[in-house]
C-alpha cells in the first residue's frame, strides 16, 4: 500500500521557520515528480511547489518564490519544504502529492497527481 506521510507543522510567528517532510511507503517515487499543495480554510487547495524526478527541475507558486524551498533525498524516499519569512496568509494544511509518471518535470496542476498525503497543519501567527 502506497502512503505519503507529512511532518513538521507547527504553530509559529510571523517570520518564522518551518521544515515540512514527505515520507513515502509502499514503493519508491526516485523517478516520479512530486509536489506540495496546501488549503486554507474555506478555499480551494493550491499550488505551492513542484519538483522532478532528480531535483533539478523546480517550479513554484508566485506567492512562496525567493521564501519556500522544495527538495529531495530519493535514497530516503523523502521530499521536504522549507518555508522561511513566514506569513499568516500561509496557514493552512499542506498536502504533499506523487506522480505516477516516470521522469515527469512536474506540475502545478492538481489532476496531474496520483497520490496524496493527509496533510499537516502550518499555523503562523501574526
Known amino acids: 500500500q502506497v502512503q505519503l506521510v507529512e511532518s513538521g507543522g507547527g504553530l509559529v510567528q510571523a517570520g518564522a521557520s518551518l521544515r515540512l517532510s514527505c515520507s513515502a511507503s509502499g514503493r519508491t517515487f526516485s523517478r516520479n515528480a512530486m509536489g506540495w499543495f496546501r488549503q486554507a480554510p474555506g478555499k480551494e487547495r493550491e499550488f505551492v511547489a513542484s519538483i522532478n524526478w532528480s531535483g533539478s527541475v523546480t517550479y513554484y507558486a508566485d506567492s512562496v518564490k525567493g521564501r519556500f524551498t522544495i527538495s529531495r533525498d530519493n535514497a530516503k524516499n523523502t521530499m521536504y519544504l522549507q518555508m522561511n519569512s513566514l506569513k499568516p496568509e500561509d496557514t493552512a494544511v499542506y498536502y504533499c502529492?506523487?506522480?505516477?509518471?516516470?521522469?515527469?518535470?512536474?506540475?502545478?496542476?492538481?489532476?496531474?497527481?496520483?497520490?496524496w498525503g493527509q496533510g499537516t497543519q502550518a499555523t503562523v501567527s501574526s
Open positions: 502529492a506523487a506522480s505516477s509518471i516516470y521522469y515527469a518535470l512536474g506540475s502545478r496542476s492538481r489532476t496531474d497527481y496520483d497520490y
